[in-house]
């Protein structure tokens, strides 16, 4: 069940994308009908048109639909508000920085050294 579903949306989804390239192989097919019988530059056989501008339409006709279908469902999607507004304000107060009394640390770092009999190699068996 779950892989019919799964199989029907890919489907759905790529549809639209191959509806072109049927425009184009059903061209390919009929090319000599298009440009016999519904070819624009059929009287003009100097511009080797062969349809191309019949195919070009159709494709631009394609595509036109295809931005109107996909406008109309951004515009039918609800708008979500994805922030919150603040509910309370915050300030911070600027407080006098100490002043330090010019004293030395209890502590040198300089002089500081780690205390090696932690570090105890482990037995020999």
């Known amino acids: 069940m779950r892989t019919t579903i799964i199989y ?10 191959f509806s072109q ?12 009908y298009i440009t016999r019988v519904l070819c624009e530059n059929r009287d003009k056989p100097q ?13 631009k006709e394609q595509e036109e639909k295809q ?4 406008s109309e469902r951004i ?12 509910l309370a ?3 911070f107060l600027s407080r006098p920085l100490l ?11 300089a002089t500081y050294q780690a205390p090696f009999s932690i570090l105890v190699p482990p037995p020999c068996l």
């Open 99 to 109: 002043q330090s009394s010019g004293g030395s640390f209890p502590y040198h770092l």
């Open 89 to 91: 304000t915050f300030e």
């Open 67 to 70: 931005d109107q279908r996909t």
């Open 8 to 17: 029907i949306w890919l489907i759905t989804t790529i549809l639209p994308t």
């Open 75 to 86: 515009q039918g999607i609800p708008v979500l508000q994805l922030f919150a507004s603040p």
């Open 21 to 32: 390239w049927g425009t184009i192989a059903y061209y390919q097919v009929n090319k000599a």
């Open 47 to 59: 511009l080797h048109c062969d349809g191309k501008c019949y195919l070009a339409k159709k494709l």
